[in-house]
């Protein structure tokens, strides 16, 4: 059984238009899951519903089989971290974690096994003392964290718990959450806009953008599969390419050459041929005609940029080739990693040939 379910979810807050559409998901016991998007696309508020903060306007969240909609924040079975840490400045890190224990009338002894459990588990042990102005910013998330532990949940929701953190310090605190997930193994919901947080952390994502869930994918699936061109455009960096295709009598053509495409289960005259950075090369005698424009030089590759056709086409490349901005070479891509989508609709062009596949595993497996 899941352990939460979203049912048609939705969120009007004027009662005329929704900021969350129809959200539907299911998590297991023990999934670390992402929702990632752009600002304003409704993941705090999903969380906040979940969390029972926000009122439900529509459909059903169960947690562990029961319906959550009526029932209040502090009776359901949750803990929360914010982006905000929320620390009391005048309490010690001691205080701080145990603050809602306190409140709740658990014996001292217990609040203090339980604090110095969870202070162990997120190496705060030394701190215990100490107030918040005295800690760094990876210490007081810590702290903020180790609140939420000593609830005795097996559910988190944790809204951009890292977003006030520098570079570095993001990238520490990333490992030790996937390391304490692992540790606890509870159920975590994770929000955040940063992809690579997404694609890390996460065994699974939703991609939304809003209000409306875009795709439910495992990482890699996301990245190499996306289900629209806003998965496309919004996973990856640099964005995947995405150029228009015209038919001319009986063939798709780029750049006055025909493009092999395979059957899809629809008649298009437009398409949009989708293909990341790394599975294009420049090449000097082969491919469609590319001028460089512009060389972002990262260390470890190169980003070479350019026009093909009149569309903007970024190439990743080794960082020892040597080019120049305005030299004219040509650019092939790997036909195999290719992504179709349809122009008007902006979704994923199905293939006929992956039908057929569908259809026989369905006949197959009943
Ligand atoms: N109390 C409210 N009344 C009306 N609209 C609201 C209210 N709270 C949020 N919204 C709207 O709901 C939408 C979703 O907001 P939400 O805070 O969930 O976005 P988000 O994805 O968390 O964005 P961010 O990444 O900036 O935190 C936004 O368009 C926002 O303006
Ligand atoms: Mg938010």
Not at 239 to 260: G, Q, R, W
């Amino acid at each position: 059984m899941p352990i939460i379910e979203l049912n048609n979810i939705s969120k009007s807050y004027d009662h005329h238009s929704n900021v969350i559409d129809d959200f539907n998901l299911s998590i297991e016991q023990g999934e670390f899951v992402v929702f990632l998007g752009p600002s304003g696309c409704g993941k705090s508020t999903t969380l906040r519903m979940i969390a029972g903060l926000e009122t439900i306007t529509n459909g059903d969240l169960m947690i562990k089989g029961k319906r959550q909609n009526d029932i209040p924040a502090k009776n359901r079975d949750i803990a929360m971290v914010f982006q905000s840490y929320a620390l009391y400045p005048h309490m010690t890190v001691f205080d701080n974690i145990g603050f809602g224990l306190r409140v709740r009338k658990v014996k001292k002894t217990l609040i203090k096994e339980k604090v110095e459990r969870a202070a162990a588990l997120l190496n705060l042990t030394p701190y215990l003392k100490r107030k918040p102005k005295d800690l760094s910013g990876g210490q007081m998330q810590r702290v903020a964290l180790g609140r939420a532990l000593v609830r005795d949940t097996d559910i988190f929701l944790m809204d951009e718990p890292l977003s006030n953190l520098d570079a570095k310090l993001r990238s520490i605190m990333r490992e030790e959450l996937v390391q304490l997930h692992r540790k606890l193994g509870a159920t975590t919901i994770f929000v955040t806009h940063d992809q690579t947080e997404a694609m890390t952390m996460g065994d699974k994502i939703v991609i939304l953008n809003n209000g409306k869930v875009q795709q439910i994918g495992k990482p890699t699936e996301i990245y190499h599969y996306p289900k629209n061109l806003f998965v496309a455009s919004f996973i990856g960096a640099p964005a995947m390419n995405l150029l228009a295709l015209k038919k001319e009598s009986t063939h798709f053509v780029f750049a006055s050459d025909i493009v092999e495409t395979p059957d899809f289960t629809k008649e298009l005259d437009e398409l949009i041929l989708g293909i990341r950075p790394e599975d294009c090369h420049i090449s000097t005698i082969e491919g469609y005609p590319f001028e460089i424009t512009f060389i972002e030089e990262m260390g470890s590759d190169q980003f070479i940029h350019g026009i093909s056709a009149g569309q903007k086409v970024i190439i990743r490349e080794v960082p020892d080739k040597k080019f120049q901005i305005g030299e004219q070479v040509f650019f092939a891509i790997n036909p195999r990693k290719i992504s179709w989508f349809d122009k008007e609709t902006g979704e994923r062009l199905r293939l006929k040939m992956e039908k057929n596949q569908s259809e026989q595993l369905r006949v197959n497996h009943g």
